[in-house]
């Protein structure tokens, strides 16, 4: 040290410079070695090892909320479809009623007539077949709403659409409307959370349930769900419906955190922007087409998973 001017060795600063670029290229739990010296040089490292260690415990503390506000929107979710879910499982129990009535008949009256024992392993065998089908709708909801970390693992596209069917079908036949798939017969293979994509895709079956039950009531309409190879590298999937579609201005702020178009105590304003965030951690992006009165348009676009 010189009056006011302060020297140091080049290959000391070299390595503070080198851990600080490690540092902003997110190694945060990379820290730097403080010399024996313990002068001004240290106290910068110090301060930069503090700084990265707090930042550490931050962004931490982000993905916790994250994964909290994800779990809300899947609850949120499946609050929406709960009445076509009560639905979807009172029919087979109402079919297992029947036959559970019809056989304890048969066996009542066999006195007087003898047990037709074909008619019998009939009815056995179609209780089994609805008893099978409420646990695969319950064990579904059940691993739908459960939290999890994101989990990316190849997997087919077509199958996690039609998976978001389970949820929503019987809610919109209720309403009058369409569900009209048009998958690509072609092995669409992403890598990705399915559950979470899942939860995008019965987002927006939702909100496009909404549109269309606004624009034209109980009269119904339908929703197109199409999916198909773009690229070499990309994925497609559309969801189109013939609701009342949106404003420009509505349009621009659908993504945004809290923003919803909806009644007070009627939506949270959370599921596009929930959608959009999970999409982009999958390394993909969603869009939206619409107009006034026609309808609207989103539209995901994925990676490819080429083994």
Do not use: W
Request: one cysteine or more; charged letters at 25%.
């Amino acid at each position: 040290m010189s009056g006011d001017r302060i020297y140091f060795s080049k290959p000391r600063v070299d390595r503070l410079l080198y851990s600080i670029e490690r540092m902003a290229g997110g190694e945060l739990q990379h820290q730097i070695e403080i010399s024996p010296k313990r002068d001004e040089l240290d106290a910068v490292a110090h301060a930069v090892n503090v700084m990265a260690r707090e930042l550490l415990y931050r962004l931490s503390e982000l993905e916790k909320i994250q994964a909290s506000v994800v779990q809300s929107g899947k609850l949120a979710a499946l609050g929406e479809v709960s009445s076509g879910l009560a639905h979807e499982l009172n029919n087979p129990l109402t079919v297992i009623t029947g036959y559970v009535e019809h056989l304890r008949t048969m066996v009542q009256e066999r006195a007087r007539a003898p047990v037709d024992f074909e008619a019998l392993e009939t009815g056995f065998e179609k209780i089994g077949r609805n008893v099978d089908r409420m646990n695969a709708i319950i064990g579904h909801i059940m691993e739908f709403a459960r939290q999890s970390n994101l989990t990316r693992r190849p997997l087919l596209l077509n199958g996690v659409i039609e998976k978001s069917f389970i949820l929503i079908g019987e809610q919109l036949r209720l309403k009058n409307i369409q569900l009209k798939p048009q998958l690509s017969d072609a092995t669409l293979m992403a890598l990705g959370d399915g559950l979470r994509l899942e939860q995008v895709i019965l987002n927006l079956l939702t909100n496009a349930r909404d549109a269309i039950f606004e624009a034209h009531g109980d009269k119904g309409g339908k929703i197109d769900v199409r999916s198909r190879i773009l690229s070499d590298t990309q994925l497609e999937i559309e969801i189109e419906d013939n609701g009342n579609g949106m404003t420009p201005e509505v349009r621009e702020r659908i993504f945004n955190p809290f923003f919803t178009t909806k009644d007070v105590g009627q939506g949270t304003g959370l599921g596009l922007s929930i959608s959009l965030g999970i999409i982009q951690d999958h390394g993909g992006s969603i869009g939206c087409e619409t107009e006034r009165g026609k309808g609207s348009r989103f539209t995901i676009l994925l990676p490819r998973f080429l083994s």
